[in-house]
């Protein structure tokens, strides 16, 4: 089974989704900076059909924190 997030952050970040873990984050993923950031929000809240709030946005710290928000917001990712 694809994972559907994995396979959003290897699209935006432009790198292998074997490459990609929950613990993924602009600190250990030098593709991840302030413009990927910008799609990623983007690319979540079209493909999850949510909104993500500024104070949502700051704690989107990893791929885990991520899936977390997106849980909390009902999508099964």
Known sequence: MTDSLIT???DILDIDASKITDETSPL??????SL?????????E?????HLSTSEIEQLINVREV????????VDV
């Open 28 to 33: 250990n993923t030098p593709q991840w900076d």
């Open 46 to 50: 079209e493909t999850y059909n949510v």
């Open 67 to 74: 899936r977390n928000t997106l849980s909390d917001k009902g």
């Open 8 to 10: 959003l952050f290897s």
């Open 36 to 44: 990927t950031s910008m799609l990623l929000v983007a690319a979540l």
